[in-house]
Every structure is written in structure tokens, then in C-alpha cells.
């Protein structure tokens, strides 16, 4: 599967941005979806996961009741809803596809997209 991410850009803190990830394939609906990020000079975190039916969603904790993980199979779309952003959430996002029903790890993820940069600055 390939995976196109989109929707970055700047944003005030405490606004909203919605991060898109389009994948290519037939078997899209097959895997579980994730959003990492990477700010300048730390590792790739975990930010959310959703499974590939829905049923399961998972968040780093310090995006909890923020950001908001959905999916359109029909689409090939993966969504990344995010609110009342903070300054700690900027860095470049990246969609990834797993196979596992819930994956929340880099190493559990076996295709990646390309990044989107979010800016959080006032």
C-alpha cells in the first residue's frame, strides 16, 4: 500500500487542523492505520491508531480528547482531527500502515507515507 499524507501546514495555539492520508491499493480496509510524528531532534512518536474496521482507537496520552483518529474505507482515507492544538504538537506527520489489529509501535508498521509539517506559532 502506498500513503500520501496532506492537510499540514500553520496553525495559532488552540486552533484545528485536519491531516488527510490517502492510500492507493485494494486492501486498504485490510490494515490498521496510525499517525506518528517527529519534531526536530527527537525520535518518531506514536500519536494515534485506528484499527481497520473502526471498532478500535487508540491515542498517545497527551493527545487525548484533542486529536481524533477516523477512516473511510470506502475512500482510502485515513483522517487525523486535530484540536486546541499546543506548540508541543508541531513536527512532521506521518500515516503508516500495520498489519496487527492494534499496532502502536514504529517497528509494528510496515508502510509509511511521506510526512506532512505542522507549525504551531502564534
Known amino acids: 500500500v502506498q500513503l500520501q499524507a496532506s492537510g499540514g501546514g500553520s496553525v495559532q495555539p488552540g486552533g484545528s487542523l485536519r491531516l488527510s492520508c490517502a492510500a492507493s491499493?485494494?486492501?486498504?480496509?485490510?490494515?490498521?492505520m496510525g499517525w506518528f510524528r517527529q519534531a526536530p531532534g527527537n525520535e518518531r512518536e506514536f500519536v494515534a491508531g485506528?484499527?481497520?474496521?473502526?471498532?478500535?482507537?487508540y491515542y498517545t496520552d497527551s493527545v487525548k480528547g484533542r486529536f481524533t483518529i477516523s477512516r473511510a474505507n470506502a475512500k482510502n482515507t485515513v483522517y487525523l482531527q486535530m484540536n486546541n492544538v499546543e506548540p508541543e504538537d508541531a513536527g512532521v506527520y506521518y500515516c503508516?500502515?500495520?498489519?496487527?489489529?492494534?499496532?502502536?509501535?514504529?517497528?509494528?508498521?510496515?508502510?509509511w507515507g511521506q510526512g506532512t509539517q505542522v507549525t504551531v506559532s502564534s
Open positions: 503508516a500502515a500495520a498489519l496487527n489489529y492494534v499496532a502502536m509501535h514504529r517497528s509494528e508498521y510496515g508502510y
Open positions: 485506528i484499527s481497520a474496521n473502526s471498532r478500535s482507537t
Open positions: 491499493g485494494r486492501a486498504f480496509s485490510r490494515y490498521t
